[in-house]
C-alpha cells in the first residue's frame, strides 16, 4: 500500500504522515527531495525558493519528476521487502499521476479550515512562514496554480481518492489516517 498525501498549507499532512511512519510505513516526502534539490544547488530552504525551485524542475523535467525520485526509492524497498509507504506533501498532478503509475497507490487528501491551518503553522514556525493571515492567504494563492509545472493544491484535492477532515485533535487525525491505512 503507498499512501499520498496532499493539502494545503499546515492541513495536517505531515502529522498524519509521521503517524503512519511510527506504524511501521517507510516514509518519504517529496518536499524533502526539494531540500536535497536545493542542498545541491546551495539554495537557500525558504518559502518561495522552494516554491521556485520545484516549479523550475517540473517545468525542465516533467511535472512528475520529484515523484520519479520517490518512485525509485520505493521501487528499492519494495525489492528488500517492504510494502507500506506514505508520501507526504504531493502538490501537482503530474506527481500524482507519476505515483498513480504504482497499482497500489491511493491518494488522501488533508483538509482544515484556513484560520486554523494559520494558527498551526504560526505554532511551527518554520522558516518563510506568513507573518498574518492575508500573508498567509497570498501565499495560498500563489501555490494553486493551474500551470502544470507550479503547484496546483486544489486539483490535487479533487483527485484524493478519499478526503480527511482535520479540524479536530491529533488523535482525531491519527484514528482517520489509520482507518485509510488500515492499521
Do not use: P, W
Not at 115 to 127: C, H, I, P, S, T
Request: contains cysteine; glycine residues 10%.
Amino acid at each position: 500500500m503507498i499512501i499520498g498525501l496532499t493539502g494545503k498549507n499546515a492541513a495536517g499532512k505531515g502529522e498524519a504522515a509521521k503517524h503512519l511512519e511510527r506504524k511501521g510505513f517507510a516514509y518519504f516526502s517529496l518536499s524533502d527531495e526539494l531540500r536535497e534539490e536545493a542542498a545541491k544547488k546551495g539554495l537557500a530552504h525558504t518559502r518561495e525558493a522552494m516554491i521556485a525551485l520545484g516549479n523550475e524542475l517540473r517545468s525542465t523535467h516533467g511535472a512528475g519528476y520529484l515523484a520519479s525520485t520517490i518512485n525509485r526509492k520505493i521501487r528499492e524497498l519494495q525489492k528488500q521487502g517492504k510494502d507500506r509507504f506514505v508520501v507526504d506533501s504531493i502538490r501537482s498532478a503530474g506527481e500524482i499521476k507519476e505515483l498513480q503509475r504504482n497499482e497500489d497507490f491511493v491518494l488522501v487528501g488533508i483538509e482544515a479550515n484556513a484560520e486554523l491551518r494559520f494558527e498551526r503553522m504560526k505554532k511551527r514556525g518554520r522558516q518563510g512562514d506568513a507573518g498574518s493571515f492575508e500573508e498567509f492567504a497570498r501565499h495560498e494563492e500563489k501555490e494553486n496554480t493551474n500551470n502544470e509545472s507550479g503547484q496546483q493544491l486544489n486539483k490535487c484535492l479533487s483527485m484524493a481518492a478519499i478526503i480527511i477532515e482535520n479540524n479536530g485533535t491529533l488523535e482525531e487525525l491519527y484514528k482517520k489516517i489509520e482507518r485509510v491505512a488500515r492499521v
